[in-house]
């Protein structure tokens, strides 16, 4: 009798949401009382309803009500604390919502312990004890709770399905085996769990390896982004000094040209001032003796007259020359002239591509290849904005509109000697290098009279550009890769070695490149994206776009991301 006054003692001052003794106990509006931490988690939930109920009775409340501790409650806990009772130990707690109940339980069930797969029951500490008690029992195989107890009954027969149908890949009771799955091949279930779990053994052991090798991968992605940065780092502060030294440079240089022309103006106008001062000196004693020659010539004594014609003095000579010469605006042309050839040719040194500052794309072997794009959208991601570089162009070839058009013109073109240019091709090159993922487009506008055609290529930088040897020639030699486009074919080039391309004809060709994957695509474009050939190789070097333009009635055009040939 004591121990039920006890156990009702331990159900009255618990929480019904959390089954354990009241901590910090506080009481909703209708009289029930819970942990504050256990209601204040569950109105929580209940914050977007803005509707608040009460867990027994279901009451609502709006708004949400304000919790307020129950010292009375409180005070009794701490005392059954203090006589040594707590809350029901974890074999008798009582199942909650979320929990699996003991299906031998009656009344408020106890929470389940252990599943039985032969039973096909759950049992809680209590109801458990004969399993572990009585010899037949014990040979039971007991498993975590588990609300899937049923599945393993077979709906037709009503027994524990112990066997498995390979045949038909479905776990069947023994009835089942000899009756319509008679003369199929099935084993028991433990004999078929064992090899699966061979089976799956084998496939954790394959995504263990792979989680390594892929850990390992990000340890070195890891290590190669620390490298970059590191190596950026340094870059930049690099030429941050180099920068810093050449503004000092240019700046020591100006002060030194404005300081050199200041003092020649100085000395320049000093040495004019001089002479305008003895000039003006001359003039005053010029005009003095023309005012005693106006007063003597006006003398009506003749006698006076040439008495006092012998006392002048004779009229001294100039020592400056009547011929000073004005350049107004020139004295220091020379200096303008010299300042502008520097400007010109610190130009000419920062467009110089063998000069330009330009990172090379850093390759990560580990690095998963990425996807080719699909849609002209996702190509167009990639796009380049290219412009034709005048030092490459062949003298045949006209360029026009700030380097962006190309007409072939059939006689020789005025463009000064450069080592990069074509000698006998007809060929161009892009300004800018391509490296990493580039995208651009070429599209033929207009018909060509004769042999109508263009060849669309990439380059390296080394390739040949002197005499009628095809090592400059697109596509006939190891340094280019190249596509013959007309109004009836397409072909590739690359080494000498011609391969026929089908594909539908198009206005417009589509070239994306991906660099470090080694990976070239051509592409007839229209309304839709369709491969025309694919190189796959490895790049050493930066590419360039390259044209070659050999029918007078052919025009390229660059505007904008694209190449367009008219």
Known sequence: MAQKGVQLDQETFSCSICLDLLKDPVTTPCGHSYCKNCIKDHWDTEDEKRIHTCPECRRCFTPRPELLKNTMLAALVEQLKKTGLQAAPADHCYAGPEDMACDVCTGRKLRAAKSCLVCLISYCEKHLQPHYESAPLKKHKLVEPSEKLQENICSRHD???KMFCRTDQQCICYLCS????????????????????????????????????????????????????????????????????????????????????????ETEVSRVKELQEKLEQEITELKRKDAELKKLS???????????????????????????KIRPQKYFEDVTAAVSELRDKLQDVLREKQTNISLTETEVDVLLPQPE?????????????????????????????????????????????????????????????????????????????GEGGVYVAVAYKNISRAGRSEESLFGHNNKSWMLYWDTNSYEFYYNKV??????????????????????????????????????????????????????????????ENNLSVE
């Open 159 to 161: 027994e524990v399905m």
């Open 178 to 265: 000899v009756e319509e799955h008679k003369g199929h091949d099935t084993v028991s279930a433990a004999a078929e769990r064992t090899e699966r779990q061979r089976e799956l053994e084998g496939s954790r052991h394959n995504i263990q390896q792979r989680i390594q090798d892929r850990e390992k991968d990000v340890k070195l992605l890891q290590q190669e982004m620390e490298a970059i940065n590191g190596s950026a780092d340094k870059a930049v502060e690099h030429s941050e000094k180099i920068f810093t030294q050449l503004f000092r440079l240019m700046e020591k240089r100006r002060s030194d040209v404005k300081q050199q022309v200041r003092s020649q103006q």
């Open 298 to 324: 006006h003398t009506e004594d003749h006698t006076q007259f040439l008495h006092n014609c012998p006392s002048l003095s004779a009229l001294s000579e100039s020592t400056h020359s009547s011929s000073i």
């Open 373 to 449: 794009p699909k849609t002209r959208a996702d190509f167009l991601r990639y796009s380049r904005e290219l412009t034709l570089d005048p030092n490459t162009v062949q003298t045949w070839l006209l360029l026009s509109e700030g380097n962006r058009k190309v007409t072939f013109m059939n006689q020789n073109q005025s463009y000064s000697d450069h080592p990069d240019r074509f000698i006998y091709w007809g060929q161009v090159l892009s300004r800018e290098s391509l490296t990493g993922r580039c995208y651009w487009e070429v599209e033929w506008r207009g018909e060509s009279g």
């Open 498 to 559: 011609q391969t026929p391309v089908s594909g539908p004809q198009s206005s417009r060709v589509g070239v994306y490149l991906d660099h470090s994957a080694g990976i070239l695509s051509f592409y007839s474009v229209s309304d839709t994206m369709t491969l025309l050939h694919r190189v796959q190789t490895t790049f050493t070097q930066p590419l360039y776009a390259g044209l070659n333009v050999f029918d007078g009635s052919v025009k390229v055009l660059i505007e």
